[in-house]
């Protein structure tokens, strides 16, 4: 059918404002056209709402291309998709051009999720929503509907919506993301922004455990990860370097090896004092807790000396580990 390029829009539960444009990809594209005039591989459906209007399924990339170069009417297919045959093509584009880029696999799987959610909130009961082929394939039966209703679509529902070329921990990773992003920094979460400026899906991961190990703010996570990124941190090597940030340390562009060493005895320190601290704190709170059982009001004995002489010592040097790591009012 011959369409009006202007009339054709992108699929609606692609945000293409999240999905990074590949100028090299459009480059050849418009070369190819150019040359060729071949601009197939386009399949598209009526816009449900707009008269004269038309929604592609894929072919984002090549869309953009024949606006460039200014085609103004091109011949394709117009196919009656539902909005899950829409999801699910924009899914397998996604993962065979875009692979493990974390941005576009967290939109992905939010598009995922919000079509699915939607679906079942159309209906109250099992009996009611038998009738919808969708929701009765990738639901088993009314226990599994009830639970998805209440809690919501999860990593095993979405996986057997968009199929067997996903994988459970891609979109286990990404519904973490999405669930995170809502929290403040000191409940674990993590910033949108800084997520949609990682390059990998491994970086992703550890970037969320860095994030939550040294209690980064969300304004100190983007810019963690802006600099990871400049720098082209891998992922590997994204705990380390989020220690130095959380420090406060910067690293020179060139070190001397002994400076390397005495860097790396600073962060075996660091994960020692940890360590001992925490078992500290806990031992400390048991002896308190168990003097308040007893109604204890001092405690005297040879070990209180050398305790209380130790504490002496060691309070105005955790004073100033304190002011190293951005602690005030102490």
Known sequence: MKIKVKDI???PFRDISHYPIDREKVDVLKSTIQETSFWDNLICRKHPSIAGKYQIAYGHHRLIALQELKIELI?????D???SDMIK???DENLDYYKSNPLVVIETVR???AFIDGELAKYETWDSAMANRFISHIIDGAKS??????DGSGQTTILKFLGKHWKQWMIQDALDTIRRETLPASEGGVSKKAIETLPSLEHTSRFKKAAKKYRLSKPAQERLAKEAVKQKISANDFDGFAQKRALGVETPKAKSSEEDKEFIRMEKLLLRIERKSSQLSNDIASFNTTAEALNAKQVRCLQSLFISNTFLTLL???KKLLKLFGVKGI
Do not use: G, T
């Not at 011949?75 to 196919?79: E, L, Y």
């Open 9 to 11: 829009v992108a699929n």
């Open 145 to 150: 509907f009830s639970n998805i209703k209440r």
């Open 111 to 113: 598009a995922a999720k």
């Open 81 to 83: 998709l539902s909005d």
């Open 75 to 79: 011949d394709i297919p117009v196919i």
């Open 316 to 318: 105005p040097e955790c």
């Open 89 to 91: 093509i924009m899914a």
